[in-house]
């Protein structure tokens, strides 16, 4: 998915040089590459034919085949009439408006292209890498340096074996959102009362390490079909001979529902129902901003940044997304599936003020971190979910949407309408809302006194050769699926890399 530049610019306003738009811009499109957009294409799911044309990386992406079917055209014309068609290609860092989505499917094969395909596998066979498997890292291993600690290796278990691996110039941790803070925390680096209470010695006091974990969650509605419209739903529901069609024809063509995405029309928009706007600014003036819900030195920060996307009408707060099947999220869990076709309208709330965290529980390796992610803990993301969901029963009546989809005065997964119902639209999302399994931030880039864990070359603070390279160093969540940004941030992460290593190496010397 494609990142606004509004976003990316917020993480060099909080505080983190060479880390803006104009720097990261290159980096996504030295990611990944994009399929040639035929005429054909373009008309059918309103693609610019130039659109991925700078894109030159490893990961092979594709538009949905069968031009993603029903959903496309009537999804573009319909925002293009309200004047919400995105005009510029979406990885411009463009504020808002509906595109098609990219899938990260090799449009040659129809497998899927990842880090495995495009990076480790063209190079496999270099002498100067190792690659070891079923390995459970334990901790980091330090020097003192100073003031500060110097790593001088990882203790990993292979086989029941505990084996050392020392590093001559540094040790990169890339363990992910969740599991990253998991190693600093049982390496001595973290709340010094947490690692205390649970015996381990510590080396860096940083009570930030863990916490500032930031999520998208989803909640939708889905709306019966019109009996004509082809769905997913027989598919999801693992009907034997929706299975084996599927099948057969991603074997003998590789076309089919086995090859697409099945999401591809998107939009990201900003509050749309005029009603809604009026009250934005009343929320914004309130006592909503007193009601953070994290103690985190940078919640201010987050919160004027928060503000000034929703106050631009042109940017964007909130994504929306369409699945021609029922999904979860969409579906009140206390009802049984509805029987039917269903076209499905999925909001992913993209700049949550709400904030969790993510610790040990012992000085076990072997025992899992607790995660908390206070979903909806601050009062504004709420409000603003709730107002856009109202606007979804507006959308699918909306021409020429309404016409060419959905059937006329067909059923809902939602126990109540929402359209004219605020209280409504929030229990609906209390009930169904889920994580869409974006997790960032634990240990976030940021200032040290702003609550940071790592500086802008992504070295932990108070230790030497010792540095992150994954979601949780992103100082604030990306406004979609974050997996263009975790690539991009790997490569600028690379050339930071690239430039210490030098002094690195003569130091060893």
């Known amino acids: 998915m494609p990142p606004s530049k509004s976003i990316i610019d917020a993480w060099g306003r909080l505080g983190n040089l060479g880390w803006d738009w104009s720097i990261l811009k290159p980096y996504y499109a030295r990611t990944h590459s994009v399929q040639k957009i035929t005429p054909e294409m373009s008309e059918r799911m309103g693609i610019g034919l130039d659109e991925g044309s700078e894109c030159s990386g490893p990961i092979q992406t594709s538009y949905s085949p069968n031009y993603g079917g029903p959903v496309p055209r009537p999804w573009n014309d319909t925002f293009a009439?309200?004047?919400?068609?995105m005009r510029d290609d979406p990885f411009h860092g463009s504020g808002s408006g509906?595109?098609?989505?990219?899938?990260s499917i090799d449009p040659v094969t129809r497998e899927r292209s990842y880090a495995v395909t495009g990076y480790y596998a063209p190079i496999a066979a270099r002498k100067n890498l190792h690659v070891l498997t079923e390995c459970t890292v334990e901790n980091v291993n330090f020097n003192r340096a100073g003031s500060d600690y110097a790593a001088a290796g990882i203790r990993y278990i292979q086989n029941g074996r505990i084996i050392t691996a020392n590093a001559s110039c540094e040790v990169i941790l890339a363990a992910g959102t969740l599991q990253s803070p998991k190693i600093l925390e049982l390496s001595g680096i973290?709340?010094?009362?947490?690692?205390?209470?649970?015996g381990i010695d510590v080396l860096v006091d940083n009570p930030h390490v863990g916490?500032?974990?930031?999520?998208?969650?989803?909640?939708?509605?889905?709306?019966?079909?019109k009996d004509d419209i082809p769905t997913l739903d027989a598919l999801r529901r693992k009907?034997?001979?929706?299975?084996?069609?599927?099948m057969a024809e991603y074997a003998s063509s590789r076309t089919g529902p086995l090859a697409a995405l099945g999401l591809s029309s998107f939009a990201y928009l900003p509050l749309l129902r005029k009603e809604s706007q009026e009250t934005l600014k009343e929320l914004l003036d309130?006592?909503?901003?007193?009601?953070?819900?994290?103690?985190?030195?940078?919640?201010?920060?987050?919160?004027?940044?928060?503000?000034?996307?929703l106050e631009d009408e042109n940017d964007a707060t909130i994504a929306m997304l369409s699945a021609a099947t029922q999904i979860a999220g969409a579906r009140d869990y206390s009802l049984e599936e509805v029987p039917g076709k269903f076209i499905t309208i999925v909001l992913l709330l993209s700049n949550p003020l709400s904030r969790g965290s993510v610790h040990i529980t012992s000085a076990s390796i072997k025992d899992a971190p607790v995660i908390n992610p206070r979903y909806l803990s601050n009062a504004l993301d709420l409000e603003l979910f709730a107002r856009h969901t109202q606007y979804l029963e507006e959308f699918v009546t909306t021409e020429p949407f309404a016409s060419a989809l959905i059937k006329p005065n067909g059923r809902m997964t939602s126990l109540k309408p929402c359209k004219d119902?605020?209280?409504?639209?929030?229990?609906?999302?209390?009930?169904?809302?889920i994580s869409m399994w974006h997790p960032t931030s634990t240990c976030a880039m940021l200032p040290k006194e702003k609550g940071g864990v790592v500086d802008e070359r992504l070295r932990v603070y108070g230790t030497k050769k010792l540095r992150i390279i994954d979601a949780s160093v992103m100082p604030l969540i990306p406004r979609a699926n974050i997996q263009s940004?975790?690539?991009?941030?790997?490569?600028?992460a690379a050339d930071l890399i690239k430039e210490d290593y030098w002094a690195c190496y003569f130091e060893s010397k």
């Open 211 to 225: 916490e500032n974990l930031q999520d998208h969650i989803w909640c939708g509605i889905g709306f019966e079909a």
């Open 485 to 492: 940004s975790v690539y991009a941030v790997a490569e600028r």
């Open 98 to 103: 509906a595109f098609q989505m990219l899938a």
């Open 421 to 433: 119902d605020l209280e409504a639209a929030k229990e609906h999302i209390r009930r169904n809302a």
């Open 190 to 198: 973290g709340d010094s009362t947490l690692l205390k209470s649970l």
């Open 286 to 309: 309130g006592n909503i901003d007193r009601e953070l819900s994290s103690n985190h030195p940078a919640s201010q920060d987050y919160f004027k940044i928060a503000r000034s996307i």
């Open 81 to 85: 009439k309200a004047g919400h068609k």
């Open 239 to 246: 009907e034997p001979d929706a299975i084996a069609a599927a």
